[in-house]
Structures are given as structure tokens and as C-alpha cells.
């Protein structure tokens, strides 16, 4: 009963025509963003994070909910019809999608990719709602020990999954914590690594750091290669799926929306591993496995159904412990602490309409994606064929703007061009950049947590082992670790692990 | 271990990356012993950034020995067949304009370097091209000045 006195309360502020437009502002740029190659959700959230200053708090989190879960619908467009995914959880869409299109099978395709979308995102917000709440009042009982567990879980759990070499990966996560940990200690008050810089005081900015990793260097990186694309020309009438083709999709939108919310939740997790999790169980579960690549609409329905599932489920630790599972829920965070408001257990309590909104919005936001998408196919197609030279200057025009627009700062858009230019040598020596992003963001928490649960223990180890959440968390942590070491588990890893670092 | 690049199939990538970002981790762990690394009891400000520095030297290690061990391409290869110079030409821009930007102002500086970017890759006729660049200039100056209020500087025009 409150459950349904709290999602009517959710509706009443999600339906507020500000909050409904930005909701219609946020699907509509990440099914963009979707769409583009080269430009994933968490450039596009760091880049429009500082247009959001002006709106309320619940609006700009709606929006920027509203662009990952949108980019999710989006990337399948282009691994569909051009064989090139749009966002790294769409890769796997490429095998059967583009193969589909090939066989004059694109309308059913694109068809499957946006129902399955839809339905996937949807019951993991059910599921969400479900979850979310009991969590957050269990979290209460939480102590800095457990919290510094989780966050060690959390960069551990993306580390192992973030690009070919785990040590790399662990490596920028310690650059990330290195780079939270600049400017002014929480506890000291003393300035650290600011070389008597002043927007160094306050510590290194998300924005101008997101910005640079994954904006400034991507456009930088594309600028060297040529980027000309060949739209496969198919039939997009018919786009949707025939009474054979549901049938054989059913299970596997059923299957995709549980493992992709369950996957969604774990640290590290969210579309990409879910979505490629959906691909290998579907093709395990087949009677005709050897038709997988060649096709088959369950390679569809099954990984797109579970990458926008992926996305509810990821929302979980975020909203409810405070500690975000990628680095898309890293960006909101950041977002998230600029507007002034903590994630955490206790959100739910003190901002409702915050959390309430923004889960009800997804709602919304899902049924205007399948709205959009459908109808809207042959104007993506349109807009794939902006040429580079003209979409490259409005790119960076962009960054410029947004982290200029922070704090009327020209020393940070100084920032962002140096991190672009180290997001360039780093991708060059194929270092993955999504660690940097989740590791600045939990830097400073991080800090706190280890040296709070250090004062309580005096100095003594033995309160992460001694507290039966924080050792499970660790030892899962640890046991990852040593997992990656062993030959067969490192296989199984560079099968489902991330194909691309922009996200 | 093995020393010779050419003698094995050339698999990583030049581990001249994992060198610098040891060197970069030497420099945190000793810039951060500066500050008040206090003690396991009551940890100081240089704490946790003395342990990340060293996590990166560690990690950047492992890699490098990792690197060692399977032969790496050499590091004209990261940059083979690949227009590094668009990438090199694009980076000073953006650097000369944020260095002017607040002196000349949005409107100028922007005008400036959207005409030159937009030119970059293919050449076109100067005339559309200033007048995209004025147009781009004029919409990102009205969405962000005009209606977010941000504060985008003034510089020679005064507006």
C-alpha cells in the first residue's frame, strides 16, 4: 500500500510539465547518443551536466537518467544497420541484428531491439521500486568499514571487467583515487597536490576530468582515422515482429529483463556484461546454437531486452548505499553531490520527490523511448549521415562551453584540454578510462571511510574481517582478484569483458 | 624474460606507458609524503595518497614486466597509417583559445576557431564556412547566454 501511495506520489511529480520536458530532453539526447558512434552516455552526461544548473535538482537527475537508459535504446539503431554499435552494450546486438538486416529482416530487428527495450527497462524499474527501499533501510546499519568494503568491490568489480589487462585497469583506478584526493583534506583542512593552483583547492573537477577522458580524446583519437560510413540500405517497412517471431523472443525478453536488473546490480555491472551474459545463455539455451551470428532473432530480443534492464538495476547501489556501480552512476553521483543532495540510505527519507520522480520518470521515459524509436528509425538513419568534419567542432564547442560554464573559469576548460590529451596517450597504450571516472568520484569517500573505520579500530585491520558484510565483500574482492590470475577464468573474462572503454 | 622485441610474435603495446605512469606514481607517493602521513592509529592527510601512488607503481610494474615477457610492437606502430597531425593541430587550438578566450571573448574567439575546425578535415569555400561557424557561434550563444544565464565572457565586444 505505501509502495503504490509512494509511485502515485512519483507520478504526481514526474507528470509536472518541467519535469516531463526534461524527461522528453533526456530520452531523446541519449537515443541520439545512442545513435552516434563515438559518443557514449557518459560523455554526453558530462557534457550537458552543466546545462542542468539552472533546472531543479529532480528535473536535472530525470534528465540525466533519462540519456543513459535512452543511449541503451539508441545503440542498437546503428549495430543493427550499420554492423558498427553505437554504445559498447550494444556490440553483442551486432552479431544477429546486422546479420537480420542483411537477410531484408532490419524492421523486425529494430522492431524486437525497442519492444524488448521497453519491456526490459520496465520491470527492472518495477523491480527497482521493489528493491530499493528495504535496501536503503538495511544500509542504515552500515559503518564506514562496510562502506569502504563495498567501494573496494565496486572498483574491483569493473576492474576486472574494464578492458584487456587487469593491472592497467587497477592502475588507473589508483590514478582515479590519487585525483579524488587532491585539494583540501575533509578532516585536516590541508591543501594537498594544489601547487597553489586555485580551482585545485576544491579539488579536481569531474566535469572538466569526464570531459576530457571521454569527450575531448575520443574526438581527438577519430580525427586521425577516417570515419566514413556505409548505411547497409534495407527495407525498414514492417517494423513489427511477426506472431513466430514473438513466440521465439518471448523467453528470451523474459530471461534478458531478470538476468539483466540482477546483473545491473552488482558493482561493475550495468548494459554492457548484461547484455553480453543474455547472448551467451540464450545461444547455451538454444535447440539451434549453431544459428547464432547468422540471424536469429533471440540474439536481438535477448541482449537488448537485458541491457535496458541493466540500466534499473544499476540505479540500486547508487540510490540506495550512495556508491555508484560505473561510471555513467559515477556522473550522476557527481551530478547528484553539485545539486547538494547525498545518495544514500537515507535519500528515500529526505528527498522522495527525488526518488520517487526520477523512478516513476523512467516509466515515462521508457514508454516515450518506444514512441520515439519506432517512428522516428528513418530520422537516426538521417542523422548517422551528419558528416564527421561538421559533428567534430560541435563536439568540442561543447566541452568548451559546459566546463568554461562551471565556475566562469577558463583555467578549467585549460583542464579539460590536458585531460583530453591524457585520455589520448592512455587509450594509445589501450588503458581503460572508466576506472579514472569511478575511482574519482569514490576517492574522497574512500578516504573517509578507511580512516573513520582506522580511528574506531585503532589502527587495527581487523575491523574489515571482523564484520561479517565487510568480509564477505572483501573476500569476493579478493577472490576476483586471484580469480583473473588462473588461465581459464582469464578466457572467460576477455569473452564478456567490456569491448570499449567509452563507457 | 624476454628483451628482444623482434625475437617473439609482438603482442603488447609499447610499455614505454607503463614507464611513465611508475615515474608519475614515484612522484605522488614522494610528493605525498610531504603532507601528514600520520600513522595506522590516526591515518594524516598523506595517508591515502602515498598508498595510491605506490598502487600505481605497482600496477604499472606488473604491466611493464607483463610487457617484458610478451614482446611489444614498437612504438611507431601506435601511430601508424594514423593522421596524428589533425590530433596535434586540434589540441594547439584548443589551447590558443582557451588561452584568449576571456580576452577576446566567446563571440570572437569562438567565430575564429569553428572557422578553422570546420575547414579542418576537407577543404571548403571560406564563405560557407564563416557563415556556419557564425551561425554554430550565434546558436550555442544564445542557448547558453540567453537562456541558461551562463556567464560566457565578454572580452573586446563587450556582450
Known amino acids: 500500500m505505501e509502495t503504490i501511495h509512494s509511485l502515485l506520489f512519483g507520478f504526481g511529480v514526474a507528470l509536472q510539465p518541467g519535469n516531463l520536458l526534461m524527461c522528453f530532453i533526456g530520452v531523446l539526447l541519449g537515443t541520439l547518443v545512442g545513435v552516434l558512434p563515438g559518443l557514449g552516455p557518459v560523455a554526453a552526461m558530462s557534457l550537458l551536466l552543466p546545462t542542468t544548473y539552472n533546472v531543479s535538482p529532480v528535473g536535472a537527475v530525470i534528465m540525466l537518467a533519462g540519456i543513459y537508459y535512452g543511449a541503451m535504446y539508441g545503440g542498437s539503431t546503428t549495430s543493427i544497420l550499420l554492423n558498427i554499435p553505437g554504445e559498447a552494450a550494444s556490440v553483442v546486438t551486432c552479431l544477429d541484428g546486422y546479420q537480420m538486416a542483411r537477410n531484408g529482416r532490419a524492421g523486425p530487428a529494430l522492431g524486437i531491439s525497442a519492444l524488448g527495450s521497453f519491456i526490459g527497462g520496465t520491470l527492472s524499474i518495477v523491480g527497482l521500486m521493489l528493491v530499493a527501499p528495504p535496501l536503503a533501510e538495511a544500509a542504515l546499519k552500515f559503518g564506514p568499514p562496510e562502506y569502504f568494503s563495498l567501494m573496494i568491490l565496486g572498483m574491483i568489480m569493473l576492474t576486472f571487467l574494464a578492458g584487456d589487462s587487469m593491472p592497467k585497469a587497477l592502475c588507473m583506478a589508483a590514478l582515479g583515487i590519487f585525483l579524488g584526493n587532491v585539494g583540501m583534506d575533509i578532516l585536516s583542512g590541508m591543501e594537498r597536490f594544489t601547487f597553489d593552483i586555485p580551482i585545485l583547492i576544491d579539488g579536481v573537477g569531474l566535469v572538466p576530468v569526464a570531459m576530457g577522458l571521454f569527450g575531448i580524446s575520443e574526438v581527438l583519437l577519430n580525427l586521425e582515422v577516417s570515419l566514413k560510413r556505409d548505411i547497409f540500405k534495407t527495407s525498414l517497412k514492417g517494423l513489427l515482429p511477426n506472431l513466430d517471431d514473438w513466440r521465439r523472443s518471448f523467453w528470451p525478453v523474459i530471461r534478458g529483463s531478470v538476468l539483466g536488473f540482477f546483473l545491473g546490480i552488482l558493482p561493475g555491472g550495468g548494459g554492457v556484461i548484461s547484455s553480453f551474459t543474455s547472448y551467451a545463455v540464450e545461444k547455451k539455451l538454444s535447440r539451434y546454437p549453431e544459428r547464432f551470428g547468422q540471424g536469429v532473432i533471440e540474439g536481438v530480443a535477448g541482449p537488448e531486452t537485458a541491457n535496458n534492464a541493466g540500466t534499473g538495476g544499476a540505479f540500486i547501489p547508487l540510490l540506495t548505499l550512495g556508491i555508484p556501480s560505473n561510471a555513467v552512476m559515477a556522473i550522476l553521483l557527481g551530478a547528484m553531490l553539485i545539486y547538494g543532495m547525498q545518495p544514500g540510505p537515507l535519500l528515500i527519507k529526505e528527498h522522495p520527490d527525488l526518488f520517487w520522480g526520477a523512478v516513476t520518470s523512467m516509466y515515462i521515459g521508457n514508454a516515450m523511448l518506444l514512441v520515439l524509436n519506432l517512428p522516428l528509425i528513418g530520422l537516426w538513419v538521417q542523422i548517422l549521415k551528419i558528416p564527421y568534419r561538421v559533428l567534430f567542432p560541435l563536439i568540442l564547442l561543447f566541452c568548451i562551453v559546459g566546463a568554461y560554464s562551471l565556475n566562469n573559469n577558463t583555467a578549467e576548460v585549460a583542464m579539460m584540454i590536458v585531460f583530453g590529451v591524457a585520455g589520448y596517450f592512455l587509450r594509445k597504450f589501450k588503458y581503460p578510462l572508466a576506472p579514472v571516472i569511478l575511482a574519482l568520484v569514490l576517492g574522497p569517500m574512500l578516504e573517509k571511510a578507511l580512516r573513520q573505520s582506522l580511528l574506531m579500530s585503532v589502527g587495527s585491520g581487523w575491523i574489515f574481517l571482523s564484520r561479517p558484510i565487510s568480509l564477505v565483500t572483501l573476500l569476493i574482492s579478493f577472490a576476483l582478484l586471484a580469480s583473473s590470475l588462473l588461465p581459464w577464468m582469464r578466457k572467460k573474462r576477455e569473452d564478456i569483458r567490456e569491448p570499449s572503454d567509452k563507457d | ?159
Not at chain 2, 136 to 156: I, S
Open chain 2, 1 to 159: 624474460m624476454n628483451l628482444d622485441p623482434e625475437r617473439k610474435p609482438m603482442r603488447e603495446v609499447h610499455p614505454g606507458g607503463s614507464v611513465v605512469l611508475m615515474a608519475l606514481g614515484t612522484a605522488i607517493a614522494i610528493g605525498a609524503l610531504r603532507y601528514d602521513f600520520g600513522s595506522f592509529e590516526s591515518p594524516g592527510a598523506g595517508f591515502l595518497p602515498v598508498f595510491a601512488g605506490l598502487s600505481i607503481v605497482a600496477f604499472s610494474a606488473v604491466t611493464f614486466l607483463q610487457t617484458l615477457r610478451r614482446g611489444w610492437h614498437p612504438l611507431r606502430e601506435l601511430w601508424k597509417g594514423a593522421r596524428w597531425r589533425q590530433a596535434a593541430i586540434a589540441t594547439a587550438c584548443l589551447l590558443l583559445y582557451s588561452a584568449f578566450l576571456r580576452d577576446l571573448g566567446f563571440l570572437i574567439s569562438t567565430v575564429l576557431l569553428m572557422s578553422y575546425l570546420f575547414r579542418m578535415l576537407e577543404p571548403a569555400s571560406w564563405k560557407g564556412t564563416l557563415f556556419a561557424a557564425l551561425v554554430t557561434t550565434l546558436g550555442f550563444y544564445l542557448v547558453f547566454q540567453t537562456w541558461l544565464e551562463a556567464q560566457l565572457p565578454r572580452g573586446l565586444l563587450g556582450f
